[in-house]
């Protein structure tokens, strides 16, 4: 075996385990057109097991298992140790009965055949017309495939021709007829009872099976037959189209072999059918009479010896056939295999190829990994913060060269580590004129206007500072200051000691602002539009994910890559129970798409209670009793001691659902 074709089936065994239905039944097509016979038996266990599901997926896998115990070899002995497994229940619908008989008949032996008739028998005192008669047939078939008790099997049926039920009668009748056919014994007290029945039955198959049995063996019941054509003459009119066609039949026999008796009764059937609105009836009325009654002028003895082998010829015996024969063509499971016609889209299974092919068509590249967009949108952020910086900040930079103490180099250092660990955020510092002693001091309008307006990045010896100027007005500073602005405050000479500034909150305004350098044109690009000018703290876009820490609020924030969140939560909420149902209590849910803080695999699901009633108070609100599938959980929330008239409170629910669409039922 190819080492490719081995490595798909043992990849795909574990499969075969699996609370999916349908992965059971895709790894068992799998291993019936493609492992080795010795092989194929592990799907047994996988398919029978899915026998308790729904009746809808009994259906598809009983349907499969009938058409694989066909093969003797393949099918029908790896599901032997599993025959009992396959026994009619009484609740079972009447599809599933019908799938379950032909299993079992497939799979009858000589040793386990008692044991089925008894079970065959039990299925035929009760349950539905067509079950019973699918159990009859079962029984034929058995006593047909094994000549060890074909004896008691005719026994069986002759017993069943005494039921009160008309159905029973005639499935008992046609499979009866079947056996005689295919049995050397003449059974003539077998024959002669069911003669008996023509008065009785009244199921036109049935009649019609005992008119040929009659006609078919009348030279076995002499006395009996040419009694059944003049009963039949005599209700010729009022029978089926199906009754009257074997009614010609026995005549024409009778004709042949016992004339004397039997020709005047012929020729009254031939001249009723002569007249009858059926055309068929008539036609074969017309083809009979021209065998039985030659014009004058014509060899009669020559047409009566080819009447006697053309009406008269021994019949081969019936073949018993499964209905699931013909089914191989068709692929194990598809939907074509169910219905046994091609379905539209079908794709037949490819021969098996005469040369193995080449293994190295089989060596596939390993997939590139995709790249975070986040992610690469943050870096190229930093990037352009990082470039702007180093482009625009080196005049500043190299006047402040030769300081270098303790406390510059302190200060250079938690910078970086500012920046290290908050990347998304700007730290702007606001560089004071060379007038200003105080950190806190305010200038004045003449020395705003005078001050330029700059922002810079520079990396120097592992530290790296953000430099603008502060222009904005004393009363806006006051009022709207919603930024921290930390102003370094440094004399142009090198000589004079750099001082610390402390941070001041201001709110810059564009009105007075000094004309911007190309570099700051670029930051504002970056920063977007419909933010503040110099002097504010920039923060990056944001990007449509919801917030990390209170789902429930649909806000926005920033991504940084490393965590994929859901791109849209709706912010609308479902009926779950009205008010009016619940005496004044409306009860909303929404689906937050975020996991459930008990445990990562439940899903967090929004509970609103608003209470509606005006004048009661609601009493105590908590989940009661769960009617959960199986492998699902459920995780309650606080109760909710009380509810005022008009007042509304959430809660949270947690759900793990097992990756299964079937609702989650609680009482609240």
Not at 223 to 238: E, Q
Not at 449 to 474: F, I, L, Q, R, Y
């Amino acid at each position: 075996m190819d080492p490719d074709h081995r490595l798909l089936l043992r990849s795909t065994k574990p499969l075969l385990q699996s609370r999916n239905a349908s992965v059971v039944m895709a790894t068992s097509q799998l291993y019936w057109h493609l492992a080795p016979k010795p092989e194929i038996q592990i799907v047994a266990k996988a398919l029978v097991r899915l026998l308790r599901s729904h009746y809808e997926v009994q259906s598809i896998v009983l349907n499969s298992i009938a058409a694989m115990t066909i093969q003797e070899k393949g099918g029908a002995k790896i599901f032997q140790p599993y025959l009992r497994l396959f026994f009619v229940r009484s609740c079972d619908p009447a599809h599933v009965k019908i799938l379950k008989l032909e299993i079992l008949t497939n799979l009858a032996r000589p040793d386990n055949i008692s044991i089925l008739l008894r079970e065959f028998q039990s299925y035929i005192s009760g349950g539905e017309k067509s079950s019973v008669a699918a159990t009859i047939q079962a029984i034929g078939r058995c006593a047909s495939c094994i000549p060890e008790v074909t004896a008691t099997c005719l026994t069986g049926l002759v017993q069943l021709l005494s039921s009160p039920e008309q159905t029973v009668v005639a499935e008992s009748v046609l499979e009866i007829k079947k056996l005689l056919q295919s049995q050397q014994e003449e059974h003539t007290d077998i024959i002669s009872q069911m003669v008996k029945l023509i008065d009785t039955i009244e199921v036109p198959s049935a009649r019609a099976a005992v008119l040929w049995v009659v006609g078919e063996y009348c030279q076995r019941i002499p006395l009996l037959a040419p009694d059944v054509l003049r009963k039949m003459a005599k209700t010729f009119c009022n029978e089926t189209d199906e009754v009257k066609l074997q009614v010609l039949n026995l005549s024409v026999k009778l004709c042949l072999t016992n004339p004397k008796q039997t020709k005047l009764l012929t020729q009254y059937v031939l001249n009723l059918a002569k007249y009858d609105m059926n055309y068929d009836i008539r036609d074969r009325a017309r083809y009979i009479r021209a065998f039985l009654f030659p014009a004058p002028g014509t060899d009669s003895d020559r047409i009566q010896q080819l009447a006697k082998k053309v009406f008269l010829a021994s019949k081969p015996a019936p073949i018993y056939e499964s209905k699931f024969k013909n089914r191989q063509e068709y692929q194990l499971g598809s939907l074509s295999h169910f219905i046994n016609a091609k379905a539209t889209g079908y794709q037949d299974l490819p021969e098996y190829p005469d040369v193995a092919p080449d293994p190295s068509v089989r060596n596939v590249e390993p997939p590139k990994s995709v790249e975070n967009p986040v992610r690469k949108l943050d870096l190229s952020r930093e990037a352009m913060h990082r470039n702007g910086g180093r482009g625009g900040g080196g005049d500043s930079e190299e006047d402040e060269s030769g300081t270098s103490d303790s406390e510059s180099s302190s200060e250079s250092s938690s910078d970086d580590s500012d920046q290290e660990v908050l990347p998304k955020k700007k730290v702007v510092v606001a560089k004071a004129a060379p007038n200003i002693k105080t950190a806190h001091a305010t200038p004045t309008r003449n020395e705003r206007s005078s001050v330029s307006s700059k922002t810079a990045v520079s990396k120097k010896g592992g530290a790296g500072t953000n430099e603008s100027s502060s222009s904005s007005d004393d009363s806006d500073a006051s009022s709207e200051s919603d930024q921290e602005i930390v102003a370094k405050s440094k004399p142009k000479s090198n000589k004079d000691k750099p001082t610390k500034s402390a941070a001041a909150t201001t709110n810059p305004s564009k009105k007075g602002s000094a004309p911007v350098s190309n570099l700051d044109l670029l930051l504002d690009l970056d920063s977007g539009p419909g933010i503040g000018g110099e002097g504010s703290i920039m923060a990056p876009a944001p990007v449509l994910t919801p917030s990390a820490t209170t789902p429930s609020t649909g806000g926005m924030e920033s991504s940084n890559g490393g965590d994929l969140k859901p791109m849209f939560v709706s912010s609308t909420s479902e009926e779950l129970l009205n008010k009016i149902s619940t005496g004044g209590v409306q009860v909303n849910y929404r689906f937050t798409r975020r996991p459930h803080i008990y445990a990562p695999d439940m899903m967090a699901i929004e509970l609103t209670f608003a209470n509606q009633n005006t004048t009661e108070e609601c009493g105590e609100i908590k989940v009661g009793a769960t009617r959960l599938a199986s492998g699902m959980t459920i995780h309650a929330f606080p109760g909710i001691l009380s509810l005022a008239p008009g007042q509304t409170v959430s809660a949270t629910l947690g759900i793990d659902f097992r990756d299964t669409t079937q609702p989650a039922k609680f009482d609240l």
